[in-house]
């Protein structure tokens, strides 16, 4: 069982100090470094160092004999050894020199998605020292919410985010710089890429799931993946047009391929008044309800020529009044409009699927 006063090392990152402070609903510990900062850390992922003084909470200190009474005054006193701060060393695995770099979110309560928080972490899979910085909010409303350098083959914790604070994490940049250091290696790309995460999927209880880097479910995204698809889509008409024409098959080897038609994605629309405005200030709840109206009315004349397009909105539960608004337009104005509950394991009683016909 941990204390304060205590000295702990971090496990999964370098440094430690001493825990100042315990939240144990949270399962954290807030250790003070040797420059008097305090760093948040789970209480699994510290380990105790040393013996503690009760009175001080400082680690004790060896006195072998008992101070010498009347010591004149020029007698010099001899300095304490300097304590050398053991460094671990970096490891490198077979695999590492592949860049592999993924950003993880965990629920602080996986039973309740609907109102709870999330912790996001970094991990670095790779044999590179990682540069990194994490820019979240909308334009014009930028910050950095995470940076700095993550070892080799190691995980650290970015930032706790709170439910109301999921929106700003909607457009997330990514910049990574990869390197080795005192050695030759083979030199990566810089990574510097927007990351886009629905905010509906932290919500859903099938995005958090079992991985090979942590004991409990989360949502994890391979950031190198997701950065090389960005780049792919970022190619031109233009380019691709040259592309083929540099390797135009000749008529007799042309061929003739036909693949079948993609899967339409299903579309989510949450129609949260939070989710709609940044501010309901001076608005009645009758002013809420017809602006969510003309959000789920302007969403089906968006998409009243793609046949068997399945839309959810996702209303909540509450008191139905948004829900039997919703019910009783699709009953008078788009009566050949097919619609049912949305599926109960992902949206619970909250959402209905509309299928345009």
Sequence with gaps: MLKIGETVRFLNSVGGGIIKRIDEKQNLVYVEDEDGFEVPALIREVVVVGPVNETTNFPRKDFSSKPVENVPQQTEIAPEPIQVKEEIPIVETADGDTLKVLLAFFPDDIKRLQECGYECYLVNDSNYFLFYNLVIGEDGNRKSVANGMIEPNIQEWISDIRKEQLNDWENVRIQLLPLKKDKVYQEQNVLDFMLKINPVKFYKLHSFVETDYFDDPCMLFDLVEMNE?????????????????????????????????????????????????????????????????????????????RKGQKIVFIHGKGEGVLRKEIEKELKQKYKNYYFQDASFREYGFGATMVTIK
Excluded: R
């Design 229 to 305: 698809k960005k780049q792919l889509t970022e190619i031109s008409p233009e380019k691709i047009k040259e592309a083929m024409l540099e390797k135009s098959p000749s008529k007799a080897e042309t061929k003739i391929s036909f693949k079948k038609p993609a899967k339409q994605e299903i579309i989510e629309v949450d129609l949260h008044i939070n989710s709609l405005l940044d501010t309901t200030a001076g608005m009645s709840n009758a002013d809420m309800l017809n602006h969510q109206m003309e959000v789920f009315h302007k969403t089906l004349a968006e998409n009243k020529k």
